[in-house]
């Protein structure tokens, strides 16, 4: 029982979080959208950071979940990374609330989100620490500093999602998968 009613809450204040922000959704909102008291939720939390945490704690798990989903063990490592970094931004884009919370840290800067998407980045670069680090031990690519080529690679892909699309027409899965090759797998010298 008690389980079910912190799960209408999760789920209430995620849902209240993609609709309004952060900054903007108060605990009495959440509370009612979670057909409970105020109170109750704080049974269960001790403030409204702590919930976002817990929301982006399980959005993290699914984000891994959904690139291993991409990933082809039969593939080498470049299409499996291409193919993983691609999903979790994807998976980032589509889902409400990231996108939400992404939207707030732009126009608003809310210390708090800035924190739990510090997070779900640091995460997101564990993971592909993680791949290259295989790939390392694979002998399928050459040494290197895991942290920094992964979150290299996760800012890039950002950079050309996000940033690229401002200013220019979006590139394709493919045209990202051909400058990521050439960029970090097989570099620009002759």
């Not at 990231?98 to 708090?112: D, F, M, S, Y």
Request: hydrophobic share 45%; charged share 30%; net charge negative.
């Amino acid at each position: 029982m008690a389980s079910d009613r912190k799960r209408q809450i999760i789920e209430a204040a995620a849902q209240s979080f993609a609709a309004f922000g952060y900054k903007a959704t108060t605990m009495e909102q959440i509370a009612k959208l979670a057909n409970v008291g105020k109170g109750t939720i704080y049974t269960f939390f001790k403030s409204k950071e702590e919930l976002l945490d817990e929301i982006v704690s399980e959005l993290i798990i699914e984000i891994k979940a959904e690139a291993e989903l991409a990933m082809d063990s039969s593939l080498p490592f470049s299409e499996n990374v291409h193919r993983a970094l691609y999903r979790i931004l994807e998976f980032r884009q589509r889902h409400q609330l990231t996108a939400k919370l992404l939207q707030e840290v732009r126009n608003i800067g809310t210390a708090a989100v800035q924190e739990v998407l510090a997070k779900l980045d640091r995460a997101m670069v564990e993971f592909i620490r993680q791949k290259i680090d295989a790939a390392v031990e694979k002998g399928e690519i050459r040494p290197c500093n895991s942290e920094i080529t992964a979150f290299l690679m996760l800012k890039t892909y950002i950079a050309l999602i996000v940033d690229w699309e401002k200013d220019h027409e979006p590139l394709t899965k493919e045209q990202m998968a051909e400058l990521f090759t050439l960029y970090f797998l097989q570099g620009l010298s002759r």
